[in-house]
């Protein structure tokens, strides 16, 4: 089945597996994007909203309870979303905390379906030391980001423009055409068509690549 922006129905998504490290992930083919952020940003609410599932990524009042990689199968076969692990608040053991680490910078820089990631950031605290962690690793791997500024509903229009405005053209400075920034609000429901057309573009062109893969072998 060929992925293009009309057959990808992310209200689809459906939890396929949890991973604890590289090994235990799906077969590395297709494409995927995945969600990281940390722990309080919003990142399990944002891809419920996009999915329209409010129970399908987990949330908790406690950060950090999401402590492996989950795979979210879509509608077409080979197409997937992913949810990091979340970082920075979670109150768990320093060894637990360089396990997660270790793990997900061996996913984030081995898996060849990686297309794209979505970046969760508080719009109200953007740019901590996790963020920066991810702006640098996208930098340095070519792998393109879109910025997710969670939370939008909690600042009045003004200050939320000009946060956007104002990391639009610092991110843009660090990585040129390969990253994205779109306001979001997963309790008023804003900004999903636009985090979605992006993740359309990404799966298809990372899909079509891989069925022409495919055929050449």
Same mark, same amino acid.
């Given at each position: 089945?060929?992925a293009?922006?009309?057959?990808?129905?992310?209200n $689809?998504?459906?939890?396929?597996?949890?991973? &604890?490290?590289?090994?235990?992930?799906?077969?590395?083919?297709? $494409?995927?994007? +995945?969600?990281?952020?940390?722990?309080?940003?919003?990142?399990?609410?944002?891809?419920? +909203?996009?999915?329209?599932?409010?129970?399908l990524a987990?949330?908790?009042?406690?950060?950090?309870?999401?402590?492996?990689?989950?795979?979210?199968? *879509?509608?077409?076969?080979?197409?997937?979303?992913?949810? #990091?692990?979340?970082?920075g608040?979670?109150?768990?053991?320093?060894a637990?905390? !360089?396990?997660?680490?270790?793990?997900?910078?061996?996913?984030?820089?081995?898996?060849?379906?990686?297309?794209?990631?979505? #970046?969760?950031?508080?719009?109200?605290?953007?740019?901590? !030391?996790f963020?920066?962690?991810m702006? !640098?690793?996208?930098?340095?791997?070519?792998?393109?980001?879109?910025? =997710? #500024?969670?939370?939008?509903?909690?600042?009045k229009?003004?200050?939320?423009?000009?946060?956007?405005l104002? =990391?639009?053209? @610092?991110?843009?400075? *660090? *990585?040129? &055409?390969?990253v994205?920034?779109?306001?979001?609000? $997963?309790?008023?429901?804003?900004?999903i068509?636009?985090?979605s057309?992006?993740? &359309?573009?990404?799966?298809?062109?990372?899909?079509? !690549?891989? @069925?022409?893969?495919s @055929? @050449?072998?």
């Amino acid at each position: 089945m060929t992925a293009n922006v009309n057959s990808i129905h992310y209200n $689809a998504a459906r939890f396929s597996i949890s991973a &604890d490290k590289l090994s235990q992930c799906p077969d590395d083919s297709g $494409a995927e994007v +995945a969600f990281a952020g940390r722990s309080n940003a919003g990142k399990s609410s944002a891809i419920n +909203a996009l999915t329209n599932n409010s129970k399908l990524a987990r949330t908790s009042k406690t950060p950090g309870r999401t402590q492996l990689i989950n795979f979210f199968d *879509l509608n077409i076969e080979g197409l997937r979303l992913v949810d #990091l692990p979340g970082y920075g608040y979670a109150k768990v053991p320093i060894a637990m905390k !360089e396990h997660w680490q270790k793990h997900l910078d061996q996913y984030l820089q081995q898996r060849a379906s990686l297309k794209g990631v979505v #970046l969760v950031m508080d719009i109200r605290h953007p740019m901590k !030391e996790f963020d920066l962690m991810m702006v !640098e690793w996208c930098q340095s791997t070519h792998v393109p980001l879109h910025v =997710l #500024l969670t939370k939008a509903d909690k600042l009045k229009r003004g200050p939320a423009q000009s946060t956007l405005l104002s =990391l639009r053209k @610092e991110l843009t400075a *660090l *990585l040129g &055409d390969k990253v994205t920034i779109q306001s979001f609000s $997963a309790l008023k429901r804003t900004g999903i068509d636009t985090l979605s057309a992006r993740l &359309d573009e990404w799966l298809s062109q990372g899909f079509d !690549e891989y @069925e022409d893969e495919s @055929e @050449e072998s």
